[in-house]
């Protein structure tokens, strides 16, 4: 797990898709920081902990726009 301090502005969404790489971890992202779910866009300087993610995950994409 690794940690991030927002920029003022940030949303959940911006931040798993920056930070881990799609907009579908925000639950896993949520779940890892429960003191500030009722936050829903954040200030400067609010360090958050960012879970690892499984590329394990089978995709919802249909086989010919999965990555190779």
Same mark, same amino acid.
């Given at each position: 797990m690794k940690t991030y301090v927002t920029v003022q502005g940030d949303m959940w969404d911006?931040?798993?898709f920056?930070?881990?790489?799609?907009?579908?971890? =925000? *639950?896993?992202?949520?779940?890892?920081?429960? @003191?500030?779910?009722q936050t829903f866009?954040?200030?400067?300087? =609010? *360090?958050?902990?960012?879970?690892?993610?499984? @590329?394990?995950e089978p995709s919802s994409l249909p086989p010919w726009r999965r990555k190779a």
């Open positions: 911006s931040i798993a920056q930070q881990m790489g799609n907009e579908k971890y =925000v *639950t896993d992202l949520l779940s890892a920081n429960p @003191e500030h779910l866009i954040f200030p400067a300087g =609010v *360090t958050l902990q960012i879970p690892d993610v499984s @590329e394990d």
